[in-house]
């Protein structure tokens, strides 16, 4: 498995000489000129590399080209895609990649706005914008297709999305992106491979049912007819697994690794649409780079669910998530993990697994980090801070293992406003170095020894307003201990 982390450069910068262009216009008051690429010098970017690995993708034996175009809102027309010469609009860009002597196309924005609505992937693609390039579009890609995503804004883009990629052996790369207001999903991945450094998804917004409706039955035909098959990250799949701390992961929650493709549309845009990245069909995420934000998302943040879905990385921040969509149908919590809803921070279900070190989750409603339903997780640094309770139905917390792998060292989990953590149900669970202090509840659970499980291993649960350790029905009671003959 590659790692595009070693590889990741910071493109679009400003050249010495346009900032000092820009630095005397505007010490001399000098009007700046309409054409952005006057302004602008964009670097040479050289993608051979990408290219060369991208060369699998294609036929057997293909002769053609992997041209670079430039696109610039501010062009006349007639332009030919050059740097002296671009094209006016993205479309004329990816029209001219249909040329079948073209491999597959490098565009390169210039600042401004750009709007194609709904963009179905045909070729392997790089658009790589500068310094706050805007396009307005919904990127579908449901073939053995890569995607490269470079310094651009992907804002308000229509349902069923940002980026809605589905493919088993399809690969999506984000680097230093920005996805904002989406209408369904900020990126939805099934199955595949994605990589995103230093990257943003915010204010995904769930749509109506109407929407929904409408889009069912034509990404279901989109989607490909493959059967089960087994993922390409197996093996670091597997390696992960063995790795996590003794007595984590029970018989029962052993991974198992064949995996079906077709995604309940149905439930999908219904119950999750509003979140930022969700994650299924035994695919593949690597999280990398300084930091990746999943923030106010009318769902949740970052879901990840399905046998073999593995979500690996560091330096992740959700918050805000879950506070702008409708109230459940019911307040039954039970309920709630049972339907199917995305909800909180980072959901983690059906024997997906994720592994992440340094982790906020912290201001989402509903819940910072609920690993139920054979979800599988080990969180190294792990902050659940003032999640909250927006709806009133009784929820609120930092941490839930909910008939999962709930696994977390060096965590605090402070300020929710019900519970720091909940354990109920957990086939099993890992809780090491750590604190749960100030919330309305410390601990909740049916474990009926986990106050010396706490306590062996080094988990401080103090100063909670209401009570420390709540131990739910089944647990029997402490027999007092007699007190002395006289």
Not at 49 to 71: A, D, I, K, Q
Not at 237 to 265: H, I, N, R
Request: hydrophobic content about 40%; proline content about 6%; charged content about 15%.
């Amino acid at each position: 498995m590659r790692r595009y982390t070693t590889k990741f450069a910071r493109f679009g910068r400003l050249s010495l000489n346009a900032l000092a262009v820009l630095a005397l216009s505007l010490a001399l008051g000098v009007t700046a000129s309409t054409n952005a690429s006057a302004q602008v010098t964009l670097d040479e970017v050289n993608y051979d590399w990408l290219h060369r690995e991208w060369e699998r993708f294609l036929p057997r034996e293909s002769n053609c080209v992997w041209p670079t175009y430039y696109v610039d809102e501010n062009a006349g027309r007639g332009g030919d895609g050059s740097r002296e010469h671009p094209f006016a609009t993205l479309a004329e860009a990816l029209a001219a990649s249909a040329d079948p002597a073209v491999c597959g196309p490098t565009v390169i924005l210039f600042p401004g706005r750009y709007e194609i609505g709904r963009l179905v992937m045909e070729k392997p693609t790089i658009l790589r914008g500068h310094l706050g390039t805007t396009i307005v579009a919904s990127i579908l890609n449901v073939s053995a297709l890569p995607l490269w995503l470079e310094e651009i804004i992907l804002a308000d883009a229509p349902f069923p999305g940002a980026v809605f990629a589905a493919h088993p052996e399809g690969e999506t790369t984000l680097v230093q992106v920005e996805i904002s207001r989406a209408t369904g999903f900020g990126l939805l991945l099934h199955g595949g491979l994605l990589e995103m450094s230093d990257s943003r998804i915010e204010a995904s917004r769930a749509g109506d049912t109407a929407q929904a409706a409408r889009m069912i039955g034509e990404l279901a035909s989109m989607l490909p007819r493959t059967g089960p098959y087994v993922p390409s990250h197996l093996d670091s799949l597997q390696e992960a697994v063995d790795a996590l701390p003794d007595g984590v992961l029970g018989p029962s929650l052993s991974p198992d690794f064949t995996v079906k493709v077709q995604p309940d549309l149905v439930a999908l845009l219904v119950k999750c649409s509003g979140t930022g990245l969700y994650v299924s069909g035994g695919a593949h995420v690597i999280l990398s780079g300084a930091t990746n934000y999943f923030v106010d998302n009318d769902r949740a943040g970052l879901v990840a669910t399905d046998l073999a879905t593995y979500v690996e990385g560091h330096d992740v921040y959700t918050q805000s998530n879950g506070i702008s969509g409708l109230p459940p149908v019911s307040d039954n919590e039970i309920y709630l993990l049972e339907s199917g809803y995305c909800l909180g921070g980072i959901q983690v279900r059906q024997k997906a697994f994720v592994n992440l070190t340094g982790v906020n989750s912290s201001g989402n409603n509903y819940y910072g980090v609920i690993v139920h339903h054979g979800g599988m997780s080990f969180f190294n640094g792990l902050a659940t801070f003032t999640n909250t309770d927006l709806f009133d139905i009784g929820l609120g917390h930092g941490m839930i293992g909910f008939d999962g792998s709930l696994a977390a060292q060096n965590f605090g989990s402070h300020l929710n406003e019900r519970s720091g953590i909940i354990i109920q149900s957990t086939s099993q669970f890992y809780l090491s170095n750590g604190q749960s202090t100030q919330n309305r509840y410390g601990v909740i659970s049916d474990v009926c020894d986990i106050e010396n499980y706490l306590a062996q291993h080094n988990v401080t649960v103090s100063g909670n307003t209401e009570m420390d350790i709540t131990l739910l029905p089944g647990c029997p009671l402490p027999i007092p201990t007699p007190p002395p003959l006289p």
